[in-house]
């Protein structure tokens, strides 16, 4: 007795949901720009790696005879796949069948996905495009109820963030429970010209008597990039795809492991000779700290994230004689490098990024305090700040700071992680203290000035005084700053630096959940 005629139901069945939503969505999927679910898959993963789980799920019609008659697939696949070697779990929405709204999804399908990822501590590819689980007005008539809303798995999604990398891609309309999972990642990106973001779209928006507006309005990515919701943008979903996979190369596939070493590409003690004049001698004046990072890490391994918003302090990930590492620098071209509320934001992220992950941080400075005034005032400035030092301070992993040039003020302390010994060296050109010498002159010699017969020569008398105090190198005789260095050895102090950072590393899980 033969199994054949099962075997062949089984492959019609396969490819039936291979179909998709059928020739006529799949064609209107390519009129926008997008590729379908399957064109991703096999675009991201390593050829031939995917492996589907519950490709026959879905609903079937049938006819008296119980012989299936149509079917229509689950808008929702996944798999085991491998990245650059590395398996992964990988899912995404079909919105080729009904949009990829829950009406056409199988809810077990989601939460199995994510629940492997965390059982098996392996980090998870999420490509979204529509709601991504999320309820429709169809669904209480199906169900003859409605529900009080319980997000029932969402504790696996969140348990994930302490255990393996997630990704997630905006890669078409994303709303409602779709963008949260986009949200609840460690990374994310969404595509300009082909995807959106939002909580909820026009339709609803404007029955809410919010407005008339468009999907663009809502959720463009343009918004989405520079206010933090989604950490960077793409023209396409190839660029999306590589981006995705680059991330992943500098994490660990889950906390129990070390962050993976490449053959270094760059000489470790290589010197970079435009950086010992890099730095004007006018404070006044700026330059690019991106020249500096360049300089510094292995050539080409810099990956910047969240470079639309937050733009006052650069944030990414790097490599140090093929170690990766977290690294930040102020950017003395917006607000000259001044701490915002939201460049704090994208400071603790990154922080908490690599206490999660194991990776060393660096942190190249040249910090003139929080930023002041009315409008960093009513953002909450000190309450964002404060959340970045003490992520800073409870951070696990070895720290070390370069000082450029400026470190004033709490945000200033940043060169320094409190409770911990660690690696701290300054260039010729730092300039530090509670707050800059040319803002605080005149309020602490407020009545001296004034008794002056001449106000304007005794200010500048005070200022040429002090200005022969502030040297560095007064510092470094009372142990102040532990070493001044010549610019151009800036690499192969990091890089000495790393090596040992790599001994002192452990897979113990942090102390706190990761938050997204």
């Not at 300089?295 to 990930?317: M, N, P, Q, R, Y």
Request: proline share 6%; hydrophobic share 40%.
């Amino acid at each position: 007795m033969s199994w054949e005629e099962e075997i062949n139901e089984l492959k019609r069945r396969e490819q039936l949901a291979h179909a998709m939503g059928g020739p006529d969505k799949v064609a209107r999927q390519h009129e926008f720009n997008k590729l379908t679910i399957r064109e991703r898959i096999d675009a991201v993963a390593d050829g031939g790696s995917f492996h589907e789980i519950g490709a026959l799920a879905g609903v079937g019609s049938y006819d008296d005879d119980g012989n299936l008659t149509a079917f229509t697939p689950s808008n929702f696949v996944f798999g085991t796949a491998d990245i650059d070697g590395r398996p992964v779990i990988l899912s995404g929405d079909d919105f080729t069948v009904r949009g990829g709204s829950a009406d056409a999804s199988i809810p077990g399908k989601r939460a199995q996905a994510e629940g492997l990822a965390l059982e098996l501590r392996l980090p998870h590819l999420r490509l979204v495009d529509g709601m991504g689980g999320g309820g429709s007005v169809k669904t209480i008539e199906m169900a003859g109820r409605t529900y009080i809303p319980e997000l029932k798995g969402w504790e696996t999604v969140v348990q994930h963030l302490g255990v393996a990398p997630s990704v997630s891609l905006a890669l078409g309309s994303v709303a409602g429970i779709g963008a949260a999972r986009v949200a609840t990642s460690h990374y994310s990106l969404i595509v300009k010209s082909s995807a959106q973001m939002m909580i909820a779209g026009p339709a609803l928006v404007d029955w809410a008597s919010l407005g008339d507006v468009s999907k663009e309005e809502l959720g463009a990515s343009k918004i989405h990039t520079r206010n933090g919701a989604i950490d960077d943008e793409v023209s396409t979903e190839a660029e999306a795809f590589e981006r995705a996979k680059r991330f992943l190369s500098y994490l660990p596939s889950s906390t129990d492991e070390l962050p993976p070493v490449v053959e270094p590409n760059d000489d470790p003690a290589r010197r970079e000779d435009a950086l010992i004049d890099l730095v004007p001698k006018d404070p006044r004046k700026i330059y690019k700290m991106r020249t500096v990072i360049d300089a510094v890490v292995d050539k080409g391994s810099f990956f910047e994230i969240g470079c639309k918003w937050g733009k006052s302090i650069t944030t990414g990930l790097a490599r140090l004689d093929g170690v990766p590492v977290a690294l930040f620098a102020e950017n003395p071209m917006v607000y000259g490098g001044a701490w915002t509320a939201d460049a704090c934001k994208k400071l603790i992220r990154l922080i908490d990024l690599a206490s999660t992950f194991h990776l060393p941080l660096v942190h190249l400075e040249d910090c003139p305090g929080f930023l002041i005034g009315k409008s960093s005032e009513e953002t909450a400035t000190i309450r964002f700040g404060s959340q970045a030092r003490a992520a800073l301070g409870q951070s696990p992993v070895p720290f070390c700071s370069v000082v450029v040039r400026k470190a004033f003020g709490v945000a200033g302390a940043a060169n320094h992680k409190p409770g911990s010994h660690h690696i701290r060296v300054a260039w010729p050109s730092g300039d530090w203290g509670s707050l800059p010498i040319e803002g605080g002159i005149e309020v602490a010699y407020k009545a001296e000035i004034a008794e002056a017969e001449n106000p304007d020569e005794h200010l500048q008398k005070i200022k040429e005084r002090l200005n022969r105090v502030r040297s560095p190198f007064r510092s470094a005789e009372y142990f102040e700053i532990e070493e001044i260095i010549d610019p151009r050895d800036t690499r192969a102090v990091l890089t000495r630096w790393v090596k040992l950072a790599r001994r002192a590393l452990n897979t113990q899980p942090p102390t706190f959940w990761y938050r997204p």
